[in-house]
């Protein structure tokens, strides 16, 4: 049973986040500003925070900031502000994920508990020698087998090799040409094209919202590549 | 000090100093003038006066002489009975002159001695000598003078005989009588006999003995004149209780015309002066003995020492106007010479500044054309022509090196503030004045345009801050209606309206939220508050991206796409993600927009440092508005309403393309819809 302390000022938005959390099954802390959410955090055990980023008293990044002083609990911040660097400062300041207003309850719900799952399972996961990791994505290259937040996928052979190839060199940008060189091992001569769709099933697979990637991140009118450190 | 410099009494007293010193300093001054004679000659006989005494005495010696030739022959007459009968009375009257003469001119009356001799120096015929005197001895200095003395009169020949050719004169016979007068005065003469020979000498000897004390005299009084004088120009212009220096009327007078009045004056008074002086030393030699003479010379020197005072204290006003003209700072102002002069420089200075830029070149060469060609003429035949012809280059270069370095300051300034150093500010000092406008002009436009850039900036800031607030208040709530409608979903509902209503409001809740995110991206790519950050994009890699992300929503309405690239990856500058939204938006629209079954053709084509993405569809309905107003905010294809899409997705694409340095264009022909992409290329 996870304790899930929900910080906006907007009661409404609370409440909402209250009744979908609860019936997932999480207990649920309520605060309406930066202030009563550290209040809250020092007074319950609580295993992931959802916070706005801007609220009276104190705001998101700043109580983030705060928080992380004592505290490595994961926090993920909702945000109405769609700038890019609100989202680079929050992710920095310490937050580890982020979902921007108006958000899909079940993609809250979703990226709840990939980071739950992150928070609790994973710190133990072993780091066997053919295991190729980058987030919450783990490749098991001896087995064939990937998960994603400790949870299975099932990859076509060249999904699967695509993915290998691109996480074996995080941060690395790979052209269509690159990839399909690499993958296909042949020259390729116009068939780019496929190693984009494969490339979109595949994130369809991995991410929680393709259409706004965290991992698999497409650089547009460069190629792909895996996201370093994410 | 400052006390003393202000009183009023002083300064009168100084007044009165000066001009009793300076009266005094003109008697003592004239006189000694006057003595001054007796200094610079070493004898007394050495003097003009002297000399005239002494021409006076021969004059009248000859005529005494005359007299009495004219005597004897009236008496040989009136012996021989031939006068006429009134001849008796002019002898009676010529020999009483004569005896007059013979007094006058008798040893015990004068210091004057004579020797008449005929001209071979053989014969005496008349003296005032002892026996026993040789004249050459007895005087000072010895004159001659030799003279015919025809029947009827005397004829000289002038003063300076001479006895060594006297007596070779080949005309002796024809001469009726030559005579020759030798006199002289003797250098030791004194009171014992007085005439004039013995007043000029006394004169003289008073002359010398008193010069020193009259020197002395002028000399101190001319000090205390100066002192007072000095005093009187360190306390011009200060009154008691006034600040500054206080000028009066006579400073409202132009200086030069004053110093011209001034100088006249002094000029003028001090030649009478010296007029006046001049007059007293011959109207004293002249003075006949007994008469009156000391009262009017005494007079005399008083009126000329007045004279001189007057001098000195109109000298005295001059430069106490200058010292307070001086003090006030006012000197080239009041000056008449000076304020035309200063009026004329200004004028032409002026003149010229004021001449358009072409006028002044065309007449500065026109001068300077003239000027060579006459320094060369005249250096044909005059090295110092050549020589002002050589400074005159000299300056040419000096003056063009001036202009070019002025040229070059202003061009580094312009650099500067177009390199974007707005607050740069060009040093327009010892700058031509042609340039100097120039610079400044430049200066007042980088200030301005300095704050028209900051105007912007806190415009962008303030904009970009109104977007974020705007969205964030629109998106707040908008959550919680996505939210509940959600929940409402969730709930049993057992009227089916209440679902179909639900339906409504999940559908119209996400319209609402697609409208806002398009709406905070439009306004924010329209206004330019996006960064953009330029680099090389591969075109072919985006639009397989692109495709790629929209095959399937494209294939499930039914639409081909048709993909044509050229040859390798063509690159461009451009922002990735804001090209791929462009992209994204167009090809939303025909997935939208375009009739089904249909095909889409996407165009990439490279051609003069140009890359054009062309995306071509067939529009479902007819295109009734034409390709401008396509691009404008919340216009659609269609007038109704009721389909997806904000009607913002092809203003976003222009903004974003525009933000990028590319060109966006739309045309309409008939139902086929064009839109054209023309981005950089980069090589």
């Known amino acids: ?230 | 000090m400052k006390k003393l410099q202000c009183s009023a009494a002083a300064k009168i007293c100084a007044v009165l100093v000066l001009l009793a010193a300076a009266f005094g300093a003109g008697v003592f001054g004239v006189r000694a003038l006057i003595s001054s004679v007796s200094i610079t000659r070493s004898s007394w006989q050495d003097s003009s006066r002297f000399y005239s005494a002494i021409d006076e005495r021969c004059q009248n010696l000859v005529e005494g002489i005359e007299m009495s030739q004219t005597l004897e022959e009236l008496e040989k007459q009136i012996a021989e009975g031939t006068a006429n009968p009134l001849a008796y009375a002019d002898a009676e009257a010529l020999r009483e002159e004569k005896a007059r003469m013979e007094e006058r001119f008798s040893r015990q009356n004068t210091w004057f001695r004579f020797r008449l001799l005929t001209d071979d120096g053989q014969t005496l015929l008349g003296t005032n000598l002892k026996d026993d005197e040789a004249i050459s001895r007895t005087v000072k200095e010895m004159h001659y003078f030799s003279f015919e003395l025809w029947e009827g009169g005397a004829y000289g020949n002038g003063h300076y005989y001479d006895p060594e050719t006297a007596g070779l004169n080949p005309d002796a016979e024809a001469a009726p009588l030559k005579l020759v007068l030798e006199y002289g005065v003797p250098e030791k003469v004194d009171d014992s006999i007085q005439d004039e020979f013995s007043q000029i000498w006394r004169l003289w000897d008073m002359d010398r003995a008193s010069f020193d004390q009259y020197l002395t005299g002028f000399l101190n009084l001319g000090a205390l004149t100066l002192l007072a004088l000095f005093w009187l120009l360190w306390t011009a212009g200060h009154k008691a209780g006034a600040e500054g220096t206080v000028t009066t009327w006579q400073e409202r007078i132009w200086f030069d015309l004053y110093a011209v009045a001034m100088i006249a004056a002094v000029v003028l008074l001090s030649a009478c002066t010296i007029w006046a002086a001049e007059q007293l030393y011959w109207g004293r030699s002249y003075a006949v003995r007994g008469e009156d003479f000391d009262t009017f010379f005494n007079l005399g020197i008083m009126g000329a020492g007045a004279l001189f005072a007057v001098g000195v204290g109109c000298g005295t006003l001059l430069l106490r106007t200058l010292a307070v003209r001086l003090k006030a700072h006012c000197l080239a102002r009041t000056t008449l010479l000076c304020r035309v002069v200063t009026w004329m420089v200004r004028t032409i200075h002026d003149f010229v500044r004021l001449l358009p830029f072409t006028w002044k070149i065309v007449l500065g060469f026109g001068a300077y054309v003239i000027v060579t060609f006459f320094l060369i003429m005249g250096g044909v035949y005059n090295g110092a022509f050549m020589f002002m012809y050589l400074c005159l280059q000299l300056a040419l270069l000096i003056f063009l090196s001036w202009w070019a370095y002025g040229y070059y300051r202003l061009r580094q300034g312009t650099k500067t503030i177009a390199g974007g150093d707005l607050e740069y500010q060009i040093d327009t000092r010892r700058m031509p004045y042609d340039l100097r406008l120039q610079a400044e002009d430049l200066n007042n436009i980088s200030a301005g345009l300095s704050a028209a850039v900051d105007e912007k900036m806190k415009s962008e800031r303030f904009k970009a801050e109104l977007i974020t607030n705007v969205s964030h208040d629109l998106k707040t709530p908008l959550t919680s209606i996505i939210n509940y409608v959600n929940l409402l979903k969730s709930t049993q509902q057992t009227d089916p309206k209440a679902i179909e209503y639900i339906e409504v409001l999940d559908r119209k809740s996400q319209r609402l939220k697609k409208l806002t995110e398009d709406l905070v991206e439009a306004s924010k790519a329209s206004t330019g508050v996006l960064s953009v950050t330029r680099e090389k994009i591969g075109m072919s890699q985006l639009i397989d991206q692109a495709t790629a992300e929209w095959e399937e929503k494209l294939s499930d309405r039914r639409l081909t796409l048709v993909t044509t690239l050229p040859e390798g990856e063509t690159w461009v500058y451009a922002d990735g993600r804001h090209l791929w939204r462009v992209i994204d938006n167009l090809l939303s629209n025909c997935a939208k927009y375009a009739m089904e079954g249909t095909r889409i053709y996407l165009d990439l084509e490279r051609g003069k440092g140009q890359v054009a993405l062309s995306v071509k569809n067939i529009s479902r309905d007819p295109l009734n508005v034409p390709a401008e107003r396509l691009m404008e905010r919340f216009v659609r294809g269609e007038e109704s309403r009721s389909t997806e899409g904000s009607g913002l997705g092809l203003s976003i694409a222009r903004s974003l393309t525009e933000l990028q340095g590319g060109a966006f264009d739309l045309a309409v022909d008939g139902d086929l819809f064009k839109a054209i992409v023309t981005l950089p290329q980069a090589n």
């Open chain 1, 1 to 230: 049973m996870y304790t899930i302390l929900i910080c906006d000022d907007d009661r409404d938005i609370v409440s909402a986040l209250d009744i979908y959390l609860t019936s997932e099954g999480y207990q649920t802390v309520k605060a309406y500003d930066g202030r009563e959410a550290i209040r809250a955090a020092e007074t319950h055990e609580v295993h992931l925070i959802l916070m706005d980023i801007m609220m009276p008293e104190l705001d998101g990044i700043r109580a983030t900031a705060r928080l992380r002083e004592g505290s490595n609990v994961p926090i993920i911040l909702l945000t109405a502000k769609s700038e890019d660097t609100d989202k680079i400062l929050g992710l920095n300041i310490g937050a580890d994920d982020y979902i921007t207003k108006p958000f899909n309850p079940l993609e809250v719900i979703a990226r709840v508990k990939s980071q739950l799952r992150r928070y609790t399972a994973l710190g133990g996961a072993e780091k066997g020698p053919g295991l190729i990791t980058a987030g919450p994505i783990a490749m098991d290259d001896g087995a064939k087998v990937v998960t994603v937040d400790g949870e299975p996928i099932s990859l076509t052979p060249i999904e699967y090799n695509i993915l290998k190839l691109l996480l074996s060199h995080p941060g690395q940008v790979f052209s269509s040409t690159q990839i399909y060189e690499q993958v296909w091992n042949d020259p390729a001569y116009g068939s780019e094209n496929t190693v984009a769709v494969h490339i979109r099933h595949l994130r369809e697979k991995i991410e929680i919202n393709p259409a706004e990637p965290r991992y698999l991140k497409v650089v547009w009118g460069l190629g792909y590549k895996i996201e370093k450190g994410a």
